[in-house]
């Protein structure tokens, strides 16, 4: 099948990418590389450096001709969201709404849409959370997600659409940012591995359900060939606190320093946990790396990353 993935040169979105392709899938990659790199690309796939809202969209998907979109490019920091929830509309809905109808107008038979879990269901009284919890996003990234979950429901009754919406708990692994706000695990990993100070936000009892990006590659590969129609949480149901995170990325990583606590963050959620039994129902996936092996993976990939040699300048010409 040929595959659009959105978002490819990214943390998900290249991981994704190369699942597909072992599954021998023809891949072709979307990115603006705002929070991609092209170092993650697979040498099999064919990448368009472009916008989700680019005037050359439908070019692409002219020359293109993709059976299935996978979106996975977004606006991903609640705190921009909450900052500029224009942008995170524009981007996360809009963007959304742009490459539906574009599916839709080239015949694309399935559209998976990278959703997520604890932003949708806010500070839930069930854990871990259902599909049927109510979705009371408390942040426009939580928003702009469900709204975007909205039109795809709205394609579907209109167009006859398949998709799915692939509702992600806390993702974590290689190649994931370490500088921006989300992604404590690379945060952490990277920080203990240069000897920096890493700092635990409030008393770290705050819990969050992690799982790895492999595990998450895979719920994508088997939605796609799927014909299963809605929402789905991907996770481990497991609920992990921030201060356990911490005290076995010190170990992996061979670091000492005391656990240090800063001030709260405002607003952020004391509890997050998806419930994944209705993927495993319908789509027989369940993550299967262990949060250990996890985070060993993660530091052996910061840890490598540290000791690539700096690539020289180009010689005045």
């Known amino acids: 099948m040929k595959v659009l993935v959105t978002g490819g040169a990214g943390f998900i979105g290249s991981h994704v990418a190369e699942r597909l392709l072992s599954d021998g899938h023809e891949v072709v990659i979307l990115d603006d590389l705002s929070t991609g790199h092209v170092e993650h690309l697979h040498p099999e796939v064919r990448f368009y450096q472009?916008?989700?809202?680019?005037?050359?969209?439908?070019e692409l998907f002219k020359i293109e001709r993709p059976e299935a979109v996978l979106h996975q490019a977004a606006q991903a920091s609640v705190r921009r969201s909450v900052a500029d929830p224009v942008f995170d509309a524009s981007v996360n809905v809009l963007g959304a709404v742009t490459l539906l109808q574009a599916s839709v107008r080239h015949g694309v038979r399935r559209f998976l849409f990278a959703s997520t879990g604890g932003a949708l269901y806010g500070d839930a009284d069930v854990i871990p959370t259902p599909e049927d919890?109510?979705?009371?996003?408390?942040?426009?990234?939580g928003a702009s997600k469900l709204g975007a979950e909205v039109y795809l429901r709205t394609f579907q009754a209109v167009h006859g659409l398949s998709y799915a919406a692939l509702r992600y708990a806390n993702v974590y692994g290689p190649r994931q940012d370490p500088h921006g706000e989300a992604g404590v695990v690379a945060i952490f990993a990277r920080r203990l591995l240069s000897g920096e100070p890493a700092r635990i936000n409030g008393d770290g009892k705050q819990t969050r359900d992690f799982v790895y990006v492999g595990d998450i590659a895979e719920a994508n590969a088997r939605a796609l060939t799927s014909e299963a129609v809605g929402s789905f949480n991907v996770g481990t149901g497991v609920e992990t606190d921030i201060n356990t995170i911490f005290q076995l990325l010190k170990r992996l990583s061979g670091n000492n320093q005391a656990e240090v606590h800063g001030p709260p963050m405002p607003g952020e959620q004391r509890r997050s946990v998806v419930d994944a039994r209705k993927i495993e129902k319908v789509m027989g996936w369940r993550p299967q790396t262990g949060l250990e092996a996890g985070l060993d993976a993660t530091v052996r990939y910061?840890?490598?990353e540290s000791k690539a040699p700096a690539v020289a300048p180009a010689p005045p010409a």
């Open 50 to 58: 472009m916008d989700v809202q680019s005037p050359w969209l439908d």
């Open 133 to 141: 919890y109510p979705t009371l996003p408390v942040s426009p990234y």
């Open 302 to 304: 910061f840890r490598q």
